[in-house]
């Protein structure tokens, strides 16, 4: 809101120009005092502008200073924005009902002084008898701002003079701080960009990459590169490993002999800084380092040391090309806040390498130690499986041997004994039809006996004798075949064999029990040749495999009758399996030929399956999905071990939830040493 004035403060604005109108009146000896005190008025601006500060802090001090020299006038000094072509009010100075009156910003289209001053005075201030003076503050035909004094005292010639030249030594100041602020903000901006930069990466090749192209965008020069000095070899020398420069400049890097250029590498480990304006013109200049920089085309140069944490001496020099090139103290100032970032950077790189460094190395160790652990852990549970199984075939064989004798005994003399029983018959039948009438005691004997029966059936009771006899043989010899403590050396054999081996000493599994209903077992045995294996090894691979598959379906088994509601089976209860609807339970094995040389045997299932976690583990020592107390984990790894390593084959296992699982054994017909 402006305020608008009352009709006491006009009459005292009237009077003030009164009074004006009478100073105009003034003898010549007052004209030089007004025109002295203007000079100083001058003199102490100019001493603020060229002190250091920002506009917010030296523009209010100027208004404050016109203003007291000119006694109760106002002063309002603007700023110009030449992008958004904006005037803004940058300090104020005089009686604060002006102040709230004038507009905060105003937009400038490059208009006459005069109608600057429309815009400048507020339209309350229109019919007030104020006296104006708008000053655009100029620096090479560029607009940096106007400078406005206006109240009821009227302006002098001198007045106009003086206030012209305070506008062009403001306008300079101005230009001064904007350009010392722009380069401030410019410094300000790359050490926040380079600091972002190098706090994203570790990579050192990338730290000092960043680095030469930043200060050679920043100082606009014609090349920037990174070296390093290595004094203390037995050949000293210096490296230039980064550079960033004009596309029409040759490369410089490489390595170079330090006797080349002693005094440089001198000055740099001791971190002296080093500025050429002119190489041609520099007096302090060495003669070697002159000829080496005029062979590169270098006419200018700035030489900024950069030492590491571990005590490496490095620089960032930048160059120029064409002709001399001073370097401000502010550049060097920046610089070296530069290298301060690229040393710390270099030393977190450095740190992060050895720690790193050491990290690797302590987990090369434990992964050996890992390694070690579990190739030990691995033999044990090979030597203890072994152990089991080599007591396991030796009880196995000792059983059947023990076995084996009193079954061949019963079955030579089956033979024997039936023929006494039959020729005992036919005698009792030569005595029957020669004595028909026999005595009473013989009949009631016969009677007792029941004779017809017994002669019927003694015969088939021997020949029942001899089925039983011959298939404990069988399983004797199913139990010798299994164990093959004969066979411990690779030998040509029949695989079909092994795995009927293999079924008949887990016929009791497959059979209906209290846990499953029974598993129907399906061979699709193809043409095998013999195949050179280890017999017992081989026949152990089959038995861990089916064993597997049989648990299995025992599992799917249960859950599908939980399902059905009829989880009380396992108590005894409802044993006629034929009423549950569930599926038919089997294992399926398959042999077939690959590729003329190779076996492959599918033994597959339609269990209950397993998940892809569980497939990645399968054959890992120790790793089982059985409740504790039923499973080692050490069945499949010692299967993988025996077709992978003792047999150069190899084993695969398809499987998916709910689908069952299929396992595939391959290995060679003949063995390959």
């Not at 490496?312 to 120029?320: L, M, P, T």
């Not at 010798?480 to 079924?503: P, Y």
Request: hydrophobic fraction near 40%; glycine fraction near 6%; proline fraction near 3%.
């Amino acid at each position: 809101m402006k305020k608008l004035l009352s009709s006491n403060k006009v009459k005292e604005v009237t009077a003030q120009q009164e009074k004006v109108q009478d100073a105009r009146l003034l003898r010549p000896s007052e004209r030089d005092n007004a025109r002295s005190h203007l000079l100083s008025l001058g003199a102490e601006v100019a001493v603020t502008l060229a002190k250091g500060g920002t506009l917010a802090h030296i523009l209010p001090v100027c208004a404050e200073t016109i203003a007291h020299y000119l006694d109760t006038n106002n002063v309002c000094i603007w700023t110009f924005d030449q992008r958004t072509n904006l005037l803004t009010m940058g300090a104020f100075a005089g009686q604060d009902i002006y102040r709230a009156s004038l507009p905060k910003c105003i937009f400038w289209q490059q208009d006459e002084v005069e109608s600057m001053k429309i815009k400048l005075i507020p339209s309350s201030f229109k019919n007030l008898p104020l006296s104006c003076r708008v000053y655009t503050l100029i620096v090479e035909e560029n607009l940096v701002g106007v400078m406005e004094v206006f109240g009821c005292k009227s302006f002098t010639e001198t007045d106009d003079i003086i206030l012209g030249w305070i506008a062009n030594n403001m306008a300079l100041g101005i230009e001064r701080i904007l350009a010392r602020e722009a380069l401030q903000n410019r410094r300000e901006s790359l050490l926040l960009h380079l600091a972002s930069q190098l706090r994203n990466t570790l990579d050192l090749n990338s730290i000092l990459e960043i680095a030469v192209n930043e200060v050679r965008n920043l100082l606009q020069i014609d090349r920037c590169h990174f070296l390093w000095c290595f004094p203390h070899l037995h050949n000293p020398r210096f490296t230039i490993t980064h550079e960033a420069q004009e596309h029409n400049l040759p490369s410089l890097l490489g390595d170079f002999p330090a006797d080349r250029s002693n005094a440089l590498v001198s000055k740099i480990c001791n971190l002296e800084i080093i500025r050429i304006q002119d190489v041609a013109k520099e007096s302090r200049l060495d003669i070697q380092t002159q000829e080496m920089l005029t062979n590169w085309g270098i006419t200018a140069q700035l030489v900024l040391p950069v030492e590491t944490h571990s005590g490496q001496f490095g620089a960032i020099v930048c160059s120029h090309c064409n002709g001399s090139r001073f370097w401000s103290d502010s550049e060097v100032e920046l610089l070296q806040a530069v290298c301060d970032q690229v040393a710390s950077a270099i030393d977190k790189a450095e740190f992060y390498a050895q720690n790193r460094a050491s990290t690797l190395a302590a987990q090369a160790q434990a992964q050996q130690l890992s390694g070690a652990l579990h190739k030990l852990q691995h033999t044990q549970a090979q030597l203890v499986q072994q152990e089991k199984m080599s007591s396991l075939g030796q009880m196995v064989a000792g059983i059947a041997h023990e076995i084996n004798n009193p079954v061949n005994f019963i079955n030579g003399n089956l033979i024997h004994a039936s023929d006494y029983i039959e020729d005992l018959l036919e005698l009792l039948h030569l005595y029957e039809e020669s004595y028909p009438n026999a005595v009473p005691a013989i009949q009631d004997k016969m009677e007792a006996i029941d004779w017809e029966f017994l002669a019927l059936d003694l015969p088939k009771l021997l020949s029942s004798m001899k089925i039983g006899a011959d298939r404990i043989s069988q399983i004797v010899l199913s139990l010798r075949n299994f164990s093959r403590l004969d066979q411990a050396e690779m030998k040509a054999v029949d695989i079909h064999e092994g795995i009927d081996n293999t079924l008949m000493i887990l016929q009791s599994r497959l059979k209906a029990n209290g846990k499953n209903p029974g598993i129907q077992v399906i061979k699709e045995y193809g043409q095998l040749p013999l195949v050179e294996c280890y017999a017992g090894q081989l026949n152990q691979v089959f038995m861990n495999i089916i064993n597997n598959a049989i648990d299995s379906l025992e599992s799917r088994f249960a859950n599908d009758a939980l399902e059905l509601g009829t989880g009380d089976w396992a108590l005894g209860i409802g044993e006629n399996y034929s009423q549950f609807s569930i599926q038919n339970l089997e294992i399926r094995i398959r042999t077939e030929m690959l590729d003329g040389d190779k076996v492959v045997i599918r033994i597959k299932d339609n269990g209950s399956g397993m998940t892809e976690e569980v497939k990645k583990r399968l054959f890992d020592p120790f790793f089982t999905t059985k409740p504790v107390g039923k499973g080692t984990g050490l069945g499949l790894s010692i299967t993988y071990q025996i077709v992978v390593e003792k047999h150069g084959g190899t084993i695969e296992c398809l499987s998916e939830p709910g689908k069952g699982s299929e396992f595939l054994v391959q290995i060679p017909v003949i063995a390959r040493g």
